[in-house]
């Protein structure tokens, strides 16, 4: 039979928006020690607004957007998303692009009127050998930025970078959890460190894993088990994987990828990590009144 007090735990959860796949789950909820956590779309907002452009070679700024945006239609990364809306918002008509190749966490390619057109981040400008002048990495100012690159036909074209700040009740939440058993916070992300390093200055994180591809996030969470059972959450296509290696997956449901929430053993209904620590809650007051 099942206990009284997991039916009513799972149902609890559901009732602040926490979807909890089963009493496994539940149980597991209450014994995570590690966090491992993605930042673009978690920790952030992951509603980028584009804070810099600077193009690099013959084509001109809309010229530039049109082009990235057309590749990054169809992609359901915060960034992409930040890109076409951008774009449609200067009135840019973005075509239909053809052969369009997403490598998660690292951006798309695809042919946009005759020419091949590469959106994404420098690891996947090295993958197709092509080399941005260091003058073009990301200012002073904009450390904080997510930084993207656009390459036309093999050669650097721009380089954007989108502003995505912490999400209102991203240190809270960090603070809350660390206040119901989690011992130990790990930032583990596919944007560059310094990125990293900025939006966290302050917060209890413990250590940053960054330019991270999705079997690198992976390798992150099944090291971290070393430490105790790792709790990994994550919004993304790319943390699927990761999700799905942790002792316990959690995703943001509301706007991350579907991947992600069929991966996780825990999906947060609303935009939030709020209802995170009281779920924590949840599940160890079940687990005290089933034992
Ligand atoms: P995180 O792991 O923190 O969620 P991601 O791995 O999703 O971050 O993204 C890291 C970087 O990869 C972004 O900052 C961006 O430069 C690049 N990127 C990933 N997907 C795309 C895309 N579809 N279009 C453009 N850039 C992308
Ligand atoms: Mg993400």
């Known amino acids: 039979a099942v206990p009284v007090a997991l039916v009513s735990g799972l149902s609890r959860a559901a009732g602040i928006g926490v979807l909890i796949k089963g009493g496994g789950a539940l149980e597991m909820l209450a014994q995570v020690r590690v966090l491992v956590i993605d930042k673009t779309g978690t920790l952030t907002r992951g509603s980028a607004r584009l804070a810099a452009l600077r193009t690099l070679g013959a084509h001109g700024e809309a010229e530039v957007l049109r082009l990235a945006a057309s590749v990054d239609q169809a992609s359901g990364h915060p960034v992409a998303r930040a890109l076409v809306e951008e774009a449609r918002g200067r009135g840019l008509i973005l075509p239909q692009p053809s052969m369009v190749a997403e490598s998660p ?8 009127e005759g020419r091949l057109v590469i959106v994404g981040g420098a690891r996947l400008m090295r993958r197709h050998g092509i080399v941005f002048p260091l003058a073009a990495g990301p200012r002073q100012a904009a450390a904080a930025a997510s930084t993207v690159l656009v390459a036309v036909d093999g050669t650097p074209a721009a380089v954007l970078d989108f502003a995505d700040p912490l999400r209102t009740d991203g240190g809270r ?20 460190r310094g990125v990293a390093e900025a939006l966290v200055a302050g917060l209890p994180v413990d250590a940053i894993v960054a330019d991270l591809d999705p079997a690198a996030k992976t390798g992150t969470v099944a090291a971290e088990r070393r430490n105790g059972p790792v709790m990994m959450v994550g919004d993304g296509v790319n943390d699927a994987p990761a999700l799905a290696a942790a002792d316990l997956g959690v995703a943001l449901g ?21 209802p995170l620590p009281q779920a924590i809650h949840i599940a160890k007051r079940a687990r005290a009144i089933a034992l």
Do not use: F
């Open 105 to 112: 966490g690292e951006g798309a390619s695809g042919r946009v």
């Open 173 to 192: 939440a960090l603070m809350d959890l660390r206040a119901c058993g989690i011992t130990r916070v790990v930032l583990a992300t596919g944007d560059r």
């Open 254 to 274: 509301a706007r991350g990828a579907a991947a992600a929430a069929e991966a996780a053993d825990v999906v947060l209904l609303v935009d939030s990590l709020a």
